[in-house]
C-alpha cells in the first residue's frame, strides 16, 4: 500500500523560506517519480516541481530559481525548498508520485499517488 505524507506548510512573510517534506512508504523513493503540485482557492491544481527517477527535475517557470528539490532516498523522503516566497505561492501544495511518471509532466498519470496536502500561506 503506498502512501505518501507531506508536511512543512506553514504561513510566512512574503520574501520568506519554507521545506516542505513528503515521506513515501510503500515502494522506493529512488526508484519513482515524485513531484510537487498544488493548488489556490478557486484555481486549477498546478505542477510545480518534480524529479524523475533517474534525476532529471523540472521546475514550473513561476518558481525557477526559487524552489530547489532534492531527495534522500536513505528515508524515502522528497524535500522542496521555498525562497523568497511571494502571495501568490499561497495554496494547498500535494506530493504526487508514480513509477511511471516523467519530471516534465510533474509525475502526473492517471494512476499517480496523492498526498494528502499541506498548506502554505504567503502574506
Known amino acids: 500500500h503506498v502512501q505518501l505524507v507531506e508536511s512543512g506548510g506553514g504561513s510566512v512573510q512574503a520574501g520568506g523560506s519554507l521545506t516542505l517534506s513528503c515521506v513515501a512508504s510503500g515502494y522506493a523513493a529512488s526508484s519513482v517519480c515524485m513531484g510537487w503540485w498544488r493548488q489556490a482557492p478557486g484555481k486549477e491544481r498546478e505542477g510545480v516541481a518534480a524529479i524523475a527517477a533517474d534525476g532529471t527535475t523540472n521546475y514550473a517557470d513561476s518558481v525557477k530559481g526559487r524552489f530547489t528539490l532534492s531527495k534522500d532516498n536513505r528515508k524515502n523522503t522528497l524535500y522542496m525548498r521555498m525562497n523568497n516566497l511571494k502571495p501568490g505561492d499561497t495554496a494547498m501544495y500535494y506530493c504526487?508520485?508514480?513509477?511511471?511518471?516523467?519530471?516534465?509532466?510533474?509525475?502526473?498519470?492517471?494512476?499517480?499517488?496523492w498526498g494528502q496536502g499541506t498548506q502554505v500561506t504567503v502574506s
Open positions: 504526487a508520485s508514480d513509477p511511471n511518471g516523467s519530471s516534465g509532466g510533474f509525475c502526473a498519470t492517471p494512476f499517480n499517488y
